[in-house]
């Protein structure tokens, strides 16, 4: 399945050190999987052309380099594999965070995609995704006891 992206209206330049440089072309073919469009643009310089369009239409040409800096750095979440901690760090710079208001469209959406995971109890750092409180809990929370 081709991954969804999103094509950018002006390419991201990433200047990249020698230890990046000679990362990236292990993971390329990793990024191209995910929905990353980059391509060689000089000595040292590459153009972001592409990103996936799970990290929404916020993200801005300093989060743009900063995710790929993280990503040719190795300093990723866990996983089994490249590509595993290649998508665990997409999802969490393209995920909700808290204190972002959702209209109950989006809500209703975002617990439908929950259902559907293979861990829906929990994000990909093991941090639990819902809590469950007991009605007295709830009831003292509210100051009703």
Do not use: Y
Not at 58 to 74: A, F, K, W
């Amino acid at each position: 399945r081709e991954p969804e992206c999103q094509e950018l209206i002006v390419p991201v330049p990433l200047h990249l050190s020698p230890r990046e440089r000679a990362m990236l072309p292990t993971l390329l073919p990793i990024l191209g999987e995910v929905g990353f469009s980059v391509e060689e643009f000089g000595k040292g310089t590459f153009s972001i052309r592409a990103i996936p369009v799970i990290l929404g239409k916020n993200l801005d040409r300093e989060g743009v380099r900063d995710l790929l800096s993280t990503i040719l750095s190795g300093d990723m979440p866990e996983g089994p594999s490249d590509r595993e901690r290649v998508l665990k760090l997409i999802a969490c710079r393209g995920a909700i965070k808290g204190g972002t208001p959702c209209t109950a469209e989006q809500c209703t959406t975002l617990i439908g995609q929950l259902r559907r995971t293979a861990h829906p109890f929990s994000c990909p750092h093991g941090r639990p995704t819902m809590v469950t409180f007991k009605k007295k809990e709830l009831d003292n929370l509210f100051l009703r006891t």
